[in-house]
């Protein structure tokens, strides 16, 4: 069975960056009828947090991005010591003593030197009284000895992969105060949780070579790899800077619709155009890995909008039931007021104006050459209620008294009751209103 996940740290809010990871990994194994497991990777206990933990499951929950197990790394603390126990003994992990400043100087140094800048495994040649002298004044951490030896994979989207390990730092996964780190914890998960797929970053592509050779030291076989390109501005500048601005919490505070999000990040980077769907169901059966290219993918945030508000408009009255019933909308006049504002909402919260211009009035939009043909033109109307013709047999004794016709006719009045320059059919708005205009 195709299982996959995504684990994210409870340290932040899910932004449209991380997001296409738990997008892909979630398409993937609903239209392949696997199993989405969320993996929460909660082993730093000073950076995760319970309310990020709470906003991930939130953020995915508004989605609808529902996974069938979800984990948590910080339950699992003794599957990782017990791996970490098997690696020793196979001569695999080994203690290092370096502290972060004696690292930074080997790296500079073997930078001056026009050398990559690798850990030199000076740990490894320690003896076992040189051991005993530095773990008498400072905390080990301990890495994994990679093999030597080139690691490759064909990545679902990338394509043949092919690193050297001797170009790559042996890992720290257990760090001097005992942490395990995201390396060791992931790979353990990703073998005893039967992980088939993995879909992430491309910035992840070294962890992915190491990841292999732990998967195997560990007598198990790698999951199918891809990784998706990085998110750039609209003019291909970085969108790290943007990404407090692009969290889903706050797109979704903004109105945004969450299929309007969803059909955009699963087409973005990918050889097919953005299709608006109805349902996540509807993007995981449209979704093919295969169509996405290495290429830095541009992203304007400037684009949901206009996606979001035709997704909106094209929704029925159903589907906005419960915010006009907040709105105070009856609910025999849902429909109706539904059919009337829907091509004049970009987001869920404008039509709160609108249902007050019904029942409240606005105040009227009148240039001052309209100003006498407007205070003639009123009074004529009459109270309410209003019926589908009120409109037309108002506008058609204004046009017999005054002379006024066209534009110069429709748009004044139309100024006058809804006090915008746009805005819906007349004709339709008129038996909704529950005020005279003009005249409270």
Do not use: C
Not at 48 to 69: T, V
Not at 362 to 386: H, I, K, N
Not at 415 to 422: D, I, L, M, N, P
């Amino acid at each position: 069975m195709v299982t996959t996940r995504f684990a994210p740290s409870p340290t932040g809010f899910l932004h449209v960056g991380n997001l296409r990871a738990a997008l892909f990994n979630w398409a993937i194994a609903r239209k392949a009828g696997g199993t989405f497991v969320l993996r929460l990777d909660d082993t730093d206990p000073e950076r995760s947090k319970p309310e990020y933990a709470d906003a991930i499951r939130e953020d995915l929950e508004w989605l609808g991005l529902l996974w069938d197990r979800l984990e948590r790394q910080s339950d699992r603390l003794d599957r990782y010591a017990e791996a970490a126990d098997r690696l020793r003994a196979d001569g695999r992990l080994y203690e290092a003593f370096e502290t972060p400043t004696e690292l930074d100087l080997k790296r500079r140094k073997q930078l001056n030197m026009g050398r990559p800048p690798v850990y030199d495994r000076a740990a490894l040649d320690l003896s076992d009284a040189e051991k005993d002298a530095l773990r008498a004044e400072r905390p080990a951490h301990w890495r994994f000895k990679l093999d030597r030896e080139r690691i490759e994979w064909a990545d679902g989207i990338l394509g043949d992969v092919s690193i050297d390990a001797a170009s790559v730092s042996d890992p720290v996964l257990i760090r001097g105060d005992g942490q395990v780190l995201y390396t060791l914890a992931s790979v353990v998960d990703d073998v005893e949780m039967g992980i088939t797929d993995v879909v992430r970053g491309s910035d992840h592509v070294t962890n992915t070579a190491t990841q292999i050779q732990m998967i195997r030291a560990l007598g198990a076989e790698p999951p199918r790899f891809a990784h998706h390109s990085l998110l750039t501005g609209p003019g291909g500048e970085a969108l790290s800077k943007r990404l407090g601005t692009l969290a889903l919490r706050d797109l979704r505070a903004a109105g945004v619709e969450p299929m309007a999000i969803l059909s955009l990040m699963a087409r973005l980077g990918s050889a097919d155009p953005v299709e608006l769907r109805s349902t996540p169901e509807e993007v995981a059966e449209g979704f093919d890995l295969s169509r996405f290219g290495a290429a830095p993918t541009k992203l304007d945030p400037d684009d949901l909008g206009p996606l979001s508000a035709r997704y909106l408009q094209g929704l029925p009255a159903s589907a906005v039931d419960a915010d006009l019933a907040a709105l105070g909308v009856p609910e025999g006049e849902r429909e109706r007021f539904w059919a009337a504002m829907r091509e004049n909402v970009e987001t869920r919260g404008d039509l709160a104006a609108w249902w007050r211009l019904v029942t409240e009035g606005a105040s009227p939009l009148v240039a001052p050459e309209d100003a006498d043909f407007v205070a003639e033109a009123l009074p004529m109307l009459g109270d309410p209620p209003y019926g589908p013709e009120t409109w037309g047999e108002w506008t058609a004794a204004v046009k017999a008294r005054t002379g006024r016709k066209g534009r110069d006719l429709f748009m004044p009045l139309r100024h006058a009751v809804t006090g915008r320059e746009k805005g819906p059919d007349m004709a339709a708005l008129m038996p909704l209103l529950k005020v005279r205009p003009g005249g409270g």
